[in-house]
């Protein structure tokens, strides 16, 4: 028997290509440059033996997000979809393992990432206007239904708002930037005698960088993907490594090794140093600024699994429709916000729900990222005469050197991370019911 409309309804729409390479740069600067260039550099810096290895070290993750980036440059000029990972995991290894991870996606490694950056906005937002006790909580959760509330009314909303949160966030990086350079660089202090561990230090500046492989989802909507695609990586990765790099620079001209190691909130520090208690308000601005793009940029990006998934999947159909009238997964994008919502009440109810959110999706995202890297060498031996618009250089090394540090990362991930870890590993495998599910009962 025919489907019908009824019986397939996401059949009536399907993406258009509208996102530019500016929309694209927008997305990649607006995810990765957030809340963790304010927390990380003294720990990265504690465990450094000097300052050039600390600014090597930044510039060693800008090498790092480069050779991930260009690894699915190729993956999505070859395979575009609004589906990105899900996509790639669906055609190297079957059905059963693209919708585990979409199953991961929608319930820990998205929507977590969604509610530990509503967190950080929430924490700031409450310095700058306060809630109460709990008034973290609370904007985070109001964040969270402000931005999918911006992004069901369509993708127009979404990407204007992000072109505009991201150029807000270099402008008010750049603030800090200078204000760095204009403060009085201390005197040198004397060689530290420990360094701490390098490969920990990696492991802060690699999380620093994280969120630049959402640019995948981007591809089933950008107008040229397979000549726009690596342009958008290039691009973003060179903003992004610049700006650590000159922000970094800034912190040491300010507090000099020593004191950079010593600060507890560095770029407070940097703000108060130069501007007084008004400078440490303007930062809490500037913090919730960089925090906004990415929760946009994540919300946006993140929805496009869930329709990928009930794209493929007749019993979650109702997330397989694209809404015409929006251009964007309307649906997917209400199922996101209410999981995300969720993780924000089970933050709450922690200590430090920042932290409970990395603990929860952190090895889980290693993973999968780990098996979307082993993929491109599955592509490259099953079809080897494809037409890839785009290759990544240095085949096989750039690929292998890209599976490696998903690996580090992923033990990293479990020797480091909290019982948030493992309850992520315990929701994981809740989803492989759907899994074994899809694999006998295929879409038609």
């Known amino acids: 028997m025919t489907a019908t409309a009824k019986d397939q309804p996401h059949a009536l729409a399907a993406p ?4 530019t390479v500016l929309d694209g740069v927008s997305f990649v600067v607006g995810i990765v440059i957030g809340v963790g260039i304010f927390r990380m550099p003294p720990l990265v810096a504690m465990n450094t033996p000097s300052e050039a290895v600390f600014l090597l070290a930044w510039l060693a993750g800008g090498v790092a997000m480069l050779v991930g980036a260009l690894c699915y440059a190729e993956l999505a000029a070859a395979h575009p979809d609004a589906g990105g990972e899900y996509h790639f995991l669906q055609r190297a290894y079957g059905g059963g393992l693209a919708v585990l991870f ?7 490694i998205q929507t977590g990432a969604i509610a530990y950056v509503a967190f950080v906005f929430g924490d700031y937002a409450n310095a700058v206007l306060p809630l109460g006790a709990n008034g973290g909580s609370v904007w985070a959760a109001l964040s969270v239904v402000v931005f999918t509330g911006v992004n069901v009314l369509g993708t127009q909303p979404g990407k204007r708002t992000q072109v505009f949160f991201a150029i807000a966030t270099l402008f008010a990086v750049a603030a800090v930037v200078a204000a760095g350079m204009s403060a009085t660089a201390p005197a040198p202090a004397p060689a530290s005698a420990g360094g701490g561990a390098l490969g920990l230090a990696m492991v802060f500046v690699l999380l620093t960088y994280g969120g630049w492989n959402e640019v995948a989802y981007l591809s089933g909507e950008m107008k040229e993907p397979r000549r726009d695609m690596v342009r958008v990586v290039l691009a973003g990765t060179a903003i992004v490594t610049l700006v650590y790099l000159a922000v970094n620079y800034a912190y040491l001209h300010a507090f000099g090794f020593a004191g950079l ?8 520090d940097l703000m108060r140093l130069v501007a007084g208690d008004a400078g440490a308000w303007l930062l809490a601005a500037v913090v919730c600024c960089a925090a906004l793009s990415t929760l946009n940029a994540t919300i946006f ?17 109702r997330l397989g429709v ?3 009238r ?3 997964p309307a649906n997917a994008f209400l199922l996101q916000g209410a999981i995300a919502l969720a993780l924000v009440f089970f933050g709450a109810l922690t200590r430090d729900g920042f932290s409970a959110m990395v603990d929860y999706t952190a090895p889980v995202f290693w993973l999968f990222l780990l098996l979307v890297a082993a993929s491109l060498f599955i592509f490259r031996a099953r079809e080897p005469a494809s037409q890839r618009p785009f290759a990544v250089p240095l085949y096989p090394l750039t690929p292998a050197v890209f599976v490696g540090i998903c690996a580090y ?3 990293s991930s479990l020797a480091y991370t909290g019982v948030g870890a493992l309850f992520g590993l315990g929701v994981l495998a809740l989803g492989a019911p759907l899994a074994f599910w899809s694999r006998k009962n295929p879409q038609g």
Do not use: M, Q
Request: aromatic share 12%; charged share 30%.
């Open 102 to 108: 979409a199953w991961a996606r929608c319930t820990i």
């Open 16 to 19: 258009r290509k509208t996102i």
């Open 326 to 328: 929006g251009d964007n």
């Open 409 to 411: 990362l992923l033990y």
């Open 261 to 268: 190691r010593d600060s507890k909130a560095v770029g407070a």
């Open 301 to 317: 990006t993140g929805a496009r699994v869930y329709y990928a998934l009930g794209r493929d999947l007749p019993i979650i159909r």
């Open 322 to 324: 694209w809404d015409e």
